[in-house]
């Protein structure tokens, strides 16, 4: 957790954004984020985000749940407890089918959705900072963060001519903390650091 | 330049004239509204059927299921119905959120979450049958495997009733992640504009932090996608695996190879019946006629007149192989005990027949399949009619055992059978008043997602992009 400084610029469109996305990576600037109200395609790639490997952790969820079933029945089966049903096998292969299924379904599918809370730090209780209240209705909010070099006013001024309808420069806190949405978080340090 | 194209020949997801703020504004309003007083009428009829089947249940426990009218021949009798049913129901909404997204249904958007919210509510009232069904609820935990000071005595791996525990509580977590993970960023969006405080700190819990970050989206259309992938099969298995309770068992009527596609024709059937009914009344109380249109309606009943034809389809099958099959008990359970409308259940038989396959075929035509007032109709009589045949698979095949000396002449449930289903109904419906009082009864953020191909007012722009080059609408899209 620490302290940065961003300029912020609202977008209320999708197709202005993409070409100031374009503009400003263009121009140097290092955009941290854009919050946007729904998933926009494509974005992830114009950012220059690599491509997410949940997939891979789900596959891996998936065969560590099929081998606890087979592992699990065919111990329980062969080696603990043998019983004679039916005078089926004990390891009758068939027979199991449907529940390693089930148990690979439900381990990749609780897997991947607690890394997927685990990735994005989502959590009851945990609050963040939101740079704009309407990123989550129709605005779509980039967030450039400043280095000692950058130029707000300029920088503003650029985000602008890009066609953002808002800007604003914020101090915000990076990470995530725990806290309520209903008390205004306090930031721990003074806002503006006097330069001696 | 546009993002996306959709042809004009379509017709529009979101009717009227329609943008982001627009959306958010329609959808969330009722969340920050007072409940209105149809609201409350329908949530205290739900809360007093709840009670009495609490009631109904309390008593169960208290005195023993020999409260039914269950007997030695006719061992699973309303409860068991009632469960097949629920967890029929409980098909359609994984079914609209999984299976369509795969097969890139747009319309899919104006109805997954209400859907996948009485997915939920239903398995939930499903699972209560069984559960109680067992007599000694307080030791219901013995259904699942665990290390135990008995032996251990394992639970049996081989028994499709063990199965169907893992089906059902893996289709219930999944279906309920699945649900939840699709609830974030529309519950980010109601915290975000609220003004109470109460409401700031409960959505402010509920939505996890969300952002609405770009890596986040990316992680969390990955994540719909294998959610959509796996629950695919999921949703096929787990009345596949309802199927096998009876299939893999050696009674006339139920020891059949055609069981498992048959009950998931039959579940997805009776799950999209119910969401008409749910969606038909939700859409016109909360005023969402412009995001669950009569495209939406008209594209659900194309769904139960194929589903329905295919149900029929595996009932003459069923009757064919009677026949062919040349087994006299097969023959005695599906002439005599079914066909014939003069034997005891017949009634139910036929009732079933007309429901469930004569009735659907209406929706051919166009004009019916487009009229609300008569598809709740439909809705309602769909829904009868798949009760029953859960009814007639079970209790026809039982009635009449292979000797005579144990027949039962006729099952009839007792008030307390009657008041756990009417008890379930009461959950059911209490569920539903609230996730539609108190959640965004429609995906908002994926209708913004379909808005700029699919909106009404944004199709006639389509026109430019249907003149373009080839070349240069190949480079638009490139980025």
């Known amino acids: ?196 | 330049m546009h993002l996306k194209y959709e042809s004009q020949i379509r017709e529009p997801l979101v009717d009227g004239n329609k943008d982001y703020h627009q959306i958010t504004e329609d959808i969330i309003r009722p969340i920050e509204a007072k409940p209105s007083k149809l609201w409350y009428i329908g949530f205290s009829i739900s809360v007093a059927l709840l009670l009495f089947g609490v009631y109904s249940v309390y008593r169960d426990v208290t005195y023993g299921i020999g409260q039914w009218n269950l007997n030695k021949t006719v061992g699973w009798g309303w409860d068991i119905t009632n469960f097949v049913w629920w967890v029929g129901i409980g098909h359609a909404g994984t079914l609209i959120s999984a299976i369509l997204l795969l097969f890139r249904q747009g319309w899919r958007t104006g109805v997954n979450r209400a859907a996948e919210a009485m997915t939920i509510f239903a398995v939930i009232c499903a699972g209560q049958f069984p559960i109680f069904h067992m007599g000694r609820v307080w030791l219901a935990f013995f259904i699942f495997p665990y290390g135990n000071t008995r032996g251990p005595v394992w639970v049996n791996f081989d028994s499709p009733l063990l199965w169907d525990v893992f089906a059902i509580s893996t289709y219930f977590t999944v279906s309920l992640l699945f649900w939840y993970s699709g609830l974030l960023p529309d519950l980010a969006t109601v915290r975000d504009r609220a003004k109470t405080k109460f409401r700031k700190l409960t959505y402010g819990i509920l939505a996890f932090g969300w952002t609405g970050s770009t890596k986040h989206w990316q992680r969390h259309e990955a994540l719909s996608l294998v959610l959509a992938g796996l629950s695919t099969p999921l949703v096929l298995s787990v009345h596949t695996i309802v199927s096998f309770d009876f299939a893999t068992s050696v009674i006339p009527g139920w020891h059949t190879t055609i069981f498992p596609p048959y009950f998931v024709a039959g579940a997805i059937f009776s799950g999209f019946a119910m969401v008409q009914t749910l969606l038909i009344v939700v859409r016109k109380v909360l005023n969402l006629q412009e995001y669950i249109t009569l495209g939406h309606i008209e594209a659900m009943n194309k769904v139960i007149v194929l589903t329905g034809s295919i149900v029929g389809c595996a009932y003459l099958t069923e009757l064919f192989m009677a026949w062919y099959s040349q087994n006299e008990y097969e023959a005695y359970a599906f002439f005599y005990s079914r066909a014939n409308i003069f034997s005891p259940y017949g009634w139910s038989y036929w009732g079933m027949m007309f429901c469930n396959v004569v009735s659907p075929q209406v929706f051919w035509f166009k004009k019916l399949r487009r009229n609300v007032v008569f598809t709740f109709f439909m809705s309602v009589i769909v829904n009868i009619g798949m009760w029953f045949e859960r009814f007639v698979i079970i209790v026809t095949s039982l009635y009449r055992d292979y000797l005579p000396s144990s027949w039962s002449y006729y099952y009839s449930p007792t008030i307390w059978e009657i008041g756990f289903y009417l008890g379930t109904f009461g959950l059911f419906f209490t569920c539903f008043f609230l996730f539609a009082k108190y959640f965004p009864t429609i995906a908002v953020a994926e209708i913004k997602y379909v808005l700029k191909t699919s909106g009404e007012n944004y199709k006639e722009k389509m026109d430019k992009v249907e003149d373009q080059k080839v070349e240069e609408f190949a480079h638009d899209y490139a980025h």
Request: net charge negative; proline share 6%.
């Open chain 1, 1 to 196: 957790m620490a302290l940065k400084r961003y300029v912020v610029g609202c977008f209320d469109d999708e197709e202005v954004l993409f070409p100031a996305v374009k503009k400003v990576r263009n121009a140097g600037y290092k955009i941290q984020d854009v919050y946007t109200p729904f998933p926009v395609h494509g974005l992830d790639h114009a950012l220059g985000m690599r491509e997410t490997s949940l997939h891979t952790a789900g596959f891996i969820y998936g065969i560590l749940g099929t081998t606890t079933a087979l592992a699990g029945m065919g111990w329980v089966f062969t080696k603990d407890w043998p019983m004679n049903i039916g005078g089926k096998p004990n390891f009758p292969l068939p027979a199991f089918i449907p529940i390693v299924f089930e148990l690979t379904v439900l381990f990749a599918a609780v897997g991947m959705v607690m890394t997927f809370c685990y990735l994005c730090q989502l959590a009851p209780f945990v609050r963040k900072h939101h740079f704009h209240p309407r990123a989550t209705d129709d605005l779509f909010v980039m967030a450039i963060e400043c280095t000692d070099r950058t130029n707000v006013e300029d920088l503003k001024g650029f985000l602008q001519s890009a066609g953002a309808k808002e800007v604003s420069y914020q101090v915000a806190e990076s990470g995530w903390w725990f806290g309520r949405y209903d008390v205004e978080p306090k930031l721990y340090r003074e806002e503006n650091p006097v330069i001696g």
